[in-house]
């Protein structure tokens, strides 16, 4: 049988229909209407669906399809028997929802075979009986007290013609038997439904739904007939609850070796330290049977049912994060993925759909939980794609979610690994949020999964902000010098750490405009001056590692150095150093460079302050954010100006970056995000970023519930 997901059922007729009299000509005075309008722009708007419920006589009915409801008639259960059956019919089931069984009828015109189909919310078929019935109204009980809680979809199938219905299973699993039972003849059609008259003057409550907007609810009305009932929707807002302060918890951060599930203490921890907020970055694999994304696990499951329970016990609000989704994960697999699961999230609608289907049952299973309790945080740090592209791989996502449960508050991760805001979600009411990883060689120093960073220069703080790369003529739109304008006295000694030459490289060193160091740099095979032999196969090029110091004296007192390339192609290098003559009593100046990306010019700078900081004088055009000390946060300030919430997701600094360095990050990275007004959750909580455990060699921990606590690190969180 062909796999039927929750898009297929989506576009099925499942809503559930309210059934009364054809003809309202007995009753018209008790007729009321409905209506709808944006809030905002007073827009009309169409209604999707409108449930009715008559509070004082405690019914309930859902219009589908139509905005004028009889206010005589509310539709009732009877068993007497139509006259005529004239096509096949599938009745909504009763009670919906339900918690052990729950009852339907299903209609023939004649002596057939019938085929029940029971499917989850992901499509996967959970129950199926077939039945031969002759004509009439036949009456089935569902036994359903062993299904997972969520939002099931019934199918009766007779020949090509199919019917579907929407049931709600709730309450806690009840042993017993799943099963479909026969519970005899004598169903009345809908048509010929008994009606029951209500009273005047009872009192409703009116919810309206109309695509891309919250539910509207008009409570306490007690109309007469001849009104006109408008929803007022209010467009999606993105408005937090309260600025979040908290952690990234990994109880299931990957199925290879971090699924243990998630741990009471930590959340009573987390309240007793005075912090309000955990992301849990999650693997859907974790959730998942064993190389199959279409069919839950439910003790994986249960793991999240466990973190999101204790965050509402203790007072923390909890955002469910898919870190690895299906079809994306910003780092590779331990293991390889099975070949149906080694797709793409960006490019691929069918994983699209399966990621939408993940977060569907993620909306339905928590939909009862209050919008301040718990967010969602759709996939972890998309890279290498448009905002396009972005976008029209989360919007089946948004929309799953939002059908379920409107209010749900959606976080996306910034573009190019949550550095750079997605302006494509802007009118959709969605909190964006960036990670705070810059500088690079600060949070990631000797971190294992970051190439070439165990021979980074150990971090200091605060960084210089120079880019390590000089450019020759063949990058000539990138070639500028470096310069630092200083008093230095005669027998001054410049030294650069050059690190990587591509091709050739010819460098000059000049104190004012005299030359006092030329080299070429001509990486080649074989043995050289360089460290190691590196052959670009793409370009057909030598781009050798020197990991090596050139130095130069000035010779008369000068006012400023100067770098650059001419001749060739592109060098970097790890470090400047300004050495005064000896007993001048001057301290060295050691300059690191902080900036990575490709492509920024040097700029001229001068010492700022005694502890050695650059202030550039003028930063390349179109680079300036990089040359200014919170120019990370400018761009997201922007983004809040215009009603976007903003809440950075992760940040933090990996242990082997000295812990004096590490406080002095942090700290100034925590005021700029309190003066923006900037909600954060530090990576990790326990572990090597975090404040508990994270086997930093230079830190004096304290005991604290078994654990060794970063003292100094939460009092610096606490303070902001």
């Known amino acids: 049988m062909k796999k039927i997901t929750w898009h297929t059922i989506r576009n099925l007729v499942i809503s559930v229909i309210i059934f009364f009299t054809p003809s309202l000509t007995t009753a018209q005075s008790g007729i009321i209407t409905f209506s709808g309008i944006n809030s905002q722009t007073l827009e009309p708007l169409a209604l999707d669906s409108i449930q009715i419920y008559n509070k004082t006589q405690n019914q309930a009915t859902t219009l589908t399809g139509a905005t004028s409801f009889d206010l005589a008639y509310f ?5 007497r028997q139509s006259a005529v059956i004239a096509d096949f019919h599938l009745s909504e089931n009763y009670p919906n929802s339900f918690q052990n069984h729950t009852r339907f009828n299903v209609f023939l015109t004649g002596r057939q075979e019938v085929t029940f189909t029971l499917y989850n919310i992901l499509g996967r078929r959970v129950l199926e009986k077939t039945i031969t019935l002759h004509s009439g109204g036949h009456t089935f009980t569902l036994q359903g007290g062993s299904l997972a809680t969520g939002l099931y979809f019934l199918s009766a199938r007779l020949g090509n013609e199919i019917r579907t219905i929407k049931i709600l299973k709730t309450g806690v699993y009840t042993a017993g038997d799943l099963g479909l039972e026969y519970a005899g003849a004598g169903a009345m059609l809908p048509g010929n439904l008994q009606k029951s008259r209500l009273n005047p003057g009872d009192a409703y409550k009116f919810t309206g739904f109309s695509t891309g907007y919250p539910r509207c609810t008009l409570d306490n009305q007690t109309p007469a007939g001849g009104e006109n009932f408008q929803f007022a ?13 908290g952690f990234n918890l990994l109880g299931k951060f990957t199925v290879e070796w971090n699924n243990e599930g998630y741990v009471e203490d930590d959340f009573i921890m987390i ?20 190389g199959d994304w279409y069919t839950f696990n439910a003790a994986g499951l249960d793991d999240i049912d466990n973190a999101v329970l204790w965050g509402q016990e203790y007072g923390i609000h909890v955002c469910i994060n898919l870190h690895r989704a299906p079809g994306y994960c910003v780092n590779p697999p331990s293991t390889p993925l099975p070949a149906s699961e080694n797709k793409s999230l960006w490019s691929d609608e069918e994983v699209q759909q399966v990621f939408a289907d993940h977060w569907a049952m993620f909306a339905e299973r928590y939909k009862n939980v209050p919008r301040e309790a718990l967010s969602f945080n759709l996939v972890n740090e998309p890279a290498d794609i448009t905002g396009e592209q972005y976008y029209n791989a989360m919007k089946p996502a948004i929309d799953a979610i939002r059908a379920i449960s409107p209010e749900r508050l959606i976080i996306i991760d910034g573009l190019n690994w949550a550095n750079d805001p997605a302006p494509e979600f802007y009118a959709d009411g969605i909190v964006q949020s960036p990670h705070f990883y810059q500088p690079f060689n600060i949070t990631h120093y000797k971190a294992e999964w970051v190439d070439g960073s165990d021979s980074w220069p150990e971090p200091t703080w605060p960084v210089h902000l120079v880019p390590n790369t000089l450019y020759g003529y063949s990058k000539s739109s990138y070639q500028s010098p470096f310069i630092l304008k200083a008093n230095l006295a005669a027998g001054t000694t410049v030294s650069i750490h050059v690190y990587q030459v591509s091709t050739r490289f010819d460098m000059d060193i000049r104190a004012d405009k005299t030359k006092i160091f030329t080299k070429s740099f001509i990486p080649g095979p074989g043995e050289g001056e360089w460290e190691q032999v590196i052959y670009s196969e793409e370009w057909k090029i030598y781009q ?10 000035v010779a008369t007192d000068a006012q400023e150095i100067s770098i650059r390339g001419t001749t ?37 700078y001068y010492i700022q302050t005694a502890n050695g900081s650059l202030q550039a004088v003028n930063p390349p055009v179109g680079a300036e954010a990089l040359f200014a000390p919170d120019g990370y946060v400018t761009k997201w300030q922007a983004v809040d100006a215009q009603g976007i919430p903003v809440f950075v997701g992760e940040w933090g600094v990996y242990r082997f970056t000295p812990h004096d360095v590490t406080l002095a990050f942090m700290e100034d990275r925590l005021k700029a995000m309190q ?11 326990r572990g090597s970023f975090g404040i508990l455990d994270s086997d930093r060699e230079d830190v004096d921990y304290i005991n604290y519930n078994g654990h060794q606590l970063d003292a ?3 009092d610096l969180l606490q303070q902001y």
């Open 271 to 290: 309240a007793d330290l005075g912090f309000n907020f955990v992301r849990l970055p999650i693997d859907y694999r974790t959730y998942c049977e064993p």
């Open 544 to 553: 050798n590692i020197y990991n090596k110091t050139y130095s130069a004296q």
């Open 75 to 79: 539709t009732s259960i009877s068993i």
């Open 675 to 685: 003066a923006a007004g900037l909600g954060w959750a530090l990576w990790n909580f």
């Open 568 to 604: 060739g192609d592109w060098m970097t290098f790890t470090e400047i150093r300004i050495t005064p003559p000896p007993g001048s009593g001057e301290d060295e100046l050691v300059i690191i460079p902080a900036i990575k990306d490709w492509g920024i010019k040097q700029a001229g």
């Open 712 to 714: 100094d690190m939460l």
């Open 233 to 245: 929707f209010i467009p999606y807002s993105a408005v937090l609850p309260e600025r979040w302060r």
